[in-house]
């Protein structure tokens, strides 16, 4: 394949017997190529596997006993249009990780997948409907100086320039 038909390429397709250092390599190569859709055809995939082959830019997998042509195209067309593929027992299980990371590591934190703490999405959700900060403060029972702080907070780390800059951002995302 010609490095012009690899930039084409909408779809990079990985197979191998396993998820290891090496493939684990592989599939970070491909990402950094600009590849978004990634589909991993493998024999074997443990749950810790599966989570690092998911932070790895893999959208589809398919077993290599289960890759028909059929199924190929099937999970391959599907990662071109935007689309995610897992076999039915392994989304369970990465569903169950996902559960875990966000009730053990997460909510302890005061954190959501969303990367924003409850009370960050709270005072989001009254700028959005207008109140300023001290309605804001009166509405949580914080200080006005506490309301300032998270929208400080939530700016800087998401690097938005103001408060409408935030909400643009939170209901852009689904956040509020």
Not at 7 to 28: G, N, P, S
Not at 43 to 72: F, K, N
Not at 92 to 101: H, I, K, M
Not at 127 to 156: F, M, P, W
Request: hydrophobic share 45%.
């Amino acid at each position: 394949m010609s490095s012009d038909e690899i930039d084409a390429a909408l779809v990079a397709v990985v197979v191998a017997d396993a998820v290891d250092d090496e493939t684990l390599r592989m599939l970070h190569v491909v990402q950094r190529r600009g590849f978004t859709r990634t589909v991993l055809v493998v024999g074997h995939l443990g749950d810790d596997e599966l989570i690092a082959a998911v932070e790895a830019g893999v959208v589809g997998i398919v077993r290599r006993g289960e890759a028909t042509p059929e199924r190929l195209v099937q999970v391959i067309g599907g990662a071109a249009a935007g689309d995610g593929a897992v076999p039915p027992d392994l989304l369970g299980r990465l569903l169950d990780q996902v559960g875990r990371l966000q009730r053990q590591v997460l909510g302890p934190r005061g954190l959501t997948f969303t990367g924003l703490a409850a009370r960050e999405i709270q005072v989001l959700r009254l700028i959005a409907e207008g109140y300023d900060t001290g309605e804001v403060a009166r509405q949580l029972a914080y200080s006005e100086r506490t309301v300032k702080n998270v929208l400080h907070d939530v700016t800087s780390r998401l690097q938005l320039r103001n408060r409408s800059h935030a909400v643009a951002y939170a209901l852009r995302e689904g956040l509020i």
